[in-house]
């Protein structure tokens, strides 16, 4: 919870900075092709920053499923030019402590999605996930992820920590994987696992049918 920043604030910042974002030469085009009810994706929009600066848990889905459906249009330039807006609209409207620590954490985000999205060690042996699920907080992971569980035969999984960390535990044989931003965790076909969570974090799981490199 960043005290500098009120709902308030989050509520007007975010409809300038997006109004910005669709007049812009370069990125625009992106947002105003993929965006059909910009009234109720700016909604979701303050629900995601609620959720990451305020810990509210409002938002419940994916920012990195949303983005892989667009992997063909996105280009790291459009990210330096995303963080570059973002700078100039919260430097203007907010205090300075809140505009840094929004700031920072667009930081980083856009590093996170930026590993998802282009980060491949080789092409051909580096498959794609043919399915994300949800973003998920310490609050919303569902008990079934926390409780006992495995994958399909043939399913590979990566589970990604987009901010915080987890414990992965495995049974057979018993073991931790403390899995962080910096290092997602494979989980193998049939192996029988839960995710332990230990303080606030985001995470995502992908679904592949072969093991998963990178």
Not at 21 to 27: K, N, P, Q, S, W
Not at 69 to 98: K, Y
Not at 154 to 163: E, I, K, N, P
């Amino acid at each position: 919870m960043h005290p500098h920043l009120t709902e308030a604030d989050l509520e007007r910042v975010i409809p300038a900075f997006y109004a910005r974002v669709r007049e812009d030469a370069l990125i625009g085009p992106v947002f105003n092709q993929a965006i059909a009810d910009w009234p109720h994706h700016l909604q979701k929009l303050v629900a995601f920053w609620s959720s990451v600066m305020r810990s509210t848990g409002r938002y419940k889905g994916s920012p990195m499923a949303a983005h892989a459906r667009h992997r063909n249009t996105i280009t790291p330039e459009m990210f330096t030019r995303w963080l570059a807006l973002w700078s100039e609209v919260t430097s203007a409207m907010l205090n300075e402590q809140g505009a840094a620590a929004m700031q920072a954490k667009a930081a980083l985000i856009a590093d996170s999605l930026q590993l998802g999205l282009f980060f491949r060690l080789d092409p051909k042996a580096s498959p794609q996930p043919y399915k994300i699920t949800a973003e998920w907080d310490e609050v919303s992971l569902p008990q079934a992820i926390r409780s006992r569980h495995n994958t399909k035969p043939g399913t590979w999984g990566l589970l990604r920590v987009l901010a915080g960390s987890v414990n992965l535990m495995f049974e057979d044989p018993p073991r931790r994987v403390h899995v962080t931003p910096d290092s997602p965790a494979e989980i193998p076909p049939q192996a029988w696992h839960h995710v332990e969570v230990t303080g606030p974090m985001r995470m995502l799981v992908e679904f592949y049918r072969d093991q998963p490199q990178g």
